[in-house]
Every structure is written in C-alpha cells, then in structure tokens.
C-alpha cells in the first residue's frame, strides 16, 4: 500500500569512545552489565561522545528522506545502524520488507567471487530466492555496463565499476527499502543519470534514505530532509529547499580574496558595490536587484585600459553568470596610476543564497589575460522563496482559460 510506513525509527542514540583501551573496558563492563540487566545507555563516560543522539523520523513507500551534514555529523553511523551493521545504544528500528544497502564503496562484495557470484551473494542476503535472481541477473549486468568483466574477480574492480555494480544489484532487485551513503558520487556522469532515472521508476513502489553532500543530487529525489550537526537533527521536515541552504550557510567564511593569475602588469586595488548594505565581510542584496559596481586598478606597466569582465559563482563554486560590459574603450593610461571603473549589474534573479565574483583584466573580450583574482566580492542575496538553483526567474501568470 502506498501509506504504508517501512521505516519507523524512535529516539535512536549511538555513542562512541576516544580511546581504544577505554572503549575495551567500556565493552567489557557493559557485557557484564547487560548479563545482570543494568543498563547506563544515557549516561556518557570519560573519553566517551555522541555520534547519533534522539533521531526519530518515519519513511513510508513512495517517500524519499535525505541526509545532509558536514563530515562527522553522525550520518554513515545513522545509516549503519539502520542496515544492522553496529547496535543502537538506544532507540527502536523497525524496517518492513527487503533492504537495499550502498553504504560504503565495494561493501557487500566478495573479492574472489566474480561479479556474476557476487549478484547472486547479495541477492540471496536481500532475501530473494535463485529463481527470482534469475530473472533479474541479465537486467542487473546490462544495467551495470560491465558485461566483459562480469566473470572476473570483484576486487579487480575499479572503483566506479564497483559502484555500477553494486546499484544495479540493489536497484534491479527493487527492494522495499533503498539506502543510498555518497557511493554515487564515485560514478561517471552518464551513469549517474542513469541512477536517478532508475530511482524515479522505483521511487513508487520504495522508501529510499539518501546520503549526500551534493545538494542538487538531494533536491532532485528528496521530499523531506534532516540536517545533522555533531550527531543531533538541526532541521527535520519536508522544506527540502530550507535545510539545503542551512547547509551551505554552515560553511560561509570570511575568506579572502585569491589571485589565480597576474602577468604583473595590473593588480586590483578593491572591488565593491556601491551604496549596498555590507555585514560580517558580505554584501546583503534582494533578489531582482540593480547593483553599481566600483573597482579600482592599480596600473604597472599597461599603455592602454584593460578589458574588464565577472565571472559569478555560487555556493558550491559553480559558475553560473558571466558578464562582458558594453562600452568599454582602451584609452591611453600612465604607469602606477590608479584606474577607476563603474559598472551597473541589471536585475540580479539570482536565487537566495551566497555567491563571489571573479574579477578579470585581460587585452580584450576574453583574450590574452592580464589578471584574474577569485572572490572579489561575496555577496548575499536575500529573497522569501527557498529554492537550490541558482536562478530565480521573474515571471508572472498572464492569462488562463
């Protein structure tokens, strides 16, 4: 049934200790414990911290939760819990149906067994019977394009054929229950399509978990969220678009600018936005904004102005806007003056979010490079509506009938 919940996780903890010896002796006393019926599973001992601390949150089929987090926020020990490879300290699991696991790289495999061996291995601990491998190991070798090498021993492997491998095994056998950690990140572009392809026809009938640190990859498939941060949810619900940019806000830096090349002929003086709000080392802009760009030069050894052209990034350094002023003519200037430039930025749609401008000086329209320097400006902008691309556009409804 499509309500039905398949995942249902209540209060689930897992701690860890620092120290070897001291997580030994922790183990030990905690058999002994569990022998007499005493449990501390609340109480944190010397060395001792929490790596998962009361997540609770339901799943059912046809919904798809994502984690998201910086390194360490708990997320792989959440996911290995989940699939039974290490024991809550406290919480209650319950997973209906078949479960599907791409937690690390090439686990699950055997490296001596052929791929061929290895399908039929994991589909048998997915609970499926020979007969119904049979049925699926043709679609599972074509799916993983890997038919030459299917007879060949696993850990010959490269690690993008492991990848191919193992989601065509848990794909293909359409378990109830998918749980996907990052290996997809491992994957070539055109298998990666293939992949979320592959999810969008399962996705009906599966409750998937998917792990990321690619926030495009988590709004694409994801309709609720939950934000880790030292092992607690800091944003839980179904504002995908919301926690995604939680998660890029966690990572904003007062970081300085980077020259990536100077023939040192020209060297930037400042760069800034005129008349715009300035906080905590970022200009705060709205969305649509019409912004006057201010830069000033230092001249070493030009005779004529450079070309002045901007490159924008945003939150995961992608580029995603260029822009080569009209109007710019290559007047004759002096030797360590000062050279002053305006320029006007029209109707800035880009969505909410942080992003930096590349400053370039070159001879011309993007020939012959004199300087170029990275983070220029950072720059804000603000808007009501929570989306993860880059660009917001400004349109309206006109007519209906």
Excluded at 231 to 254: H, P
Aim: hydrophobic share 40%; proline share 2%; aromatic share 10%.
């Amino acid at each position: 049934m499509k309500d039905d919940i398949l995942i249902e996780v209540e209060h689930l903890s897992k701690k860890f200790c620092k120290d070897l010896k001291a997580s030994l002796w922790y183990g030990f006393k905690d058999l002994f414990a569990a022998v007499l019926g005493n449990k501390n599973e609340r109480i944190l001992r010397d060395k001792e911290f929490w790596a998962v601390k009361d997540i609770s949150f339901k799943v059912k089929r046809g919904e798809c939760l994502g984690l998201i987090g910086h390194n360490g926020a708990g997320k792989s020990t959440l996911l290995k819990m989940l699939n039974g490879l290490i024991t809550p300290d406290m919480g209650v699991i319950k997973i209906k149906g078949k479960v599907g696991a791409l937690i690390e790289l090439g686990a699950g495999f055997n490296g001596i067994l052929s791929g061929r061996e290895n399908i039929y291995n994991n589909g048998a601990v997915l609970g499926f019977t020979k007969k119904e491998i049979d049925s699926k190991v043709e679609a599972i070798i074509d799916f993983a394009e890997i038919r030459e090498f299917i007879d060949m021993p696993v850990q010959h492997y490269s690690s993008g054929m492991k990848v191919r491998l193992g989601f065509a095994v848990a794909a293909q056998m359409e378990p109830d229950v998918l749980i996907i950690d990052e290996v997809l990140a491992v994957g070539d572009l055109g298998f990666i399509l293939k992949c979320f392809k592959r999810i969008d026809l399962i996705l009906p009938n599966t409750a998937i978990i998917f792990v990321s640190h690619s926030m495009p990859m988590v709004s694409r498939i994801c309709n609720q969220i939950i934000l880790m941060e030292h092992g607690v949810s800091v944003f839980q619900g179904e504002d995908v678009a919301k926690a995604i940019d939680m998660y890029y806000n966690s990572f904003l830096t007062n970081e300085s600018s980077d020259v990536v090349f100077t023939d040192n002929s020209i060297e930037l003086v400042s760069a800034s936005f005129d008349d715009v709000k300035h906080e905590n080392g970022m200009y705060i802009i709205n969305w649509g904004d019409t912004i006057k760009v201010n830069c000033v030069i230092k001249n070493l050894n030009l005779k004529t102005t450079p070309y002045i052209s901007f490159a924008i990034y945003d939150k995961e350094q992608r580029g995603v806007a260029e822009g080569f002023p009209n109007g710019q003519s290559f007047e004759a200037i002096e030797t360590n003056n000062e050279v002053h430039f305006s320029f006007i930025f029209k109707n800035l749609y880009l969505s909410k979010g942080v992003y930096n401008i590349t400053f370039s000086a070159s001879e011309d329209y993007s020939r012959n490079i004199y300087y170029k320097v990275h983070k220029a400006i950072t720059f804000q902008v603000e808007s009501e509506r929570e989306i993860w691309t880059s660009f917001l556009i400004d349109s309206e409804l006109i007519s209906r009938n």
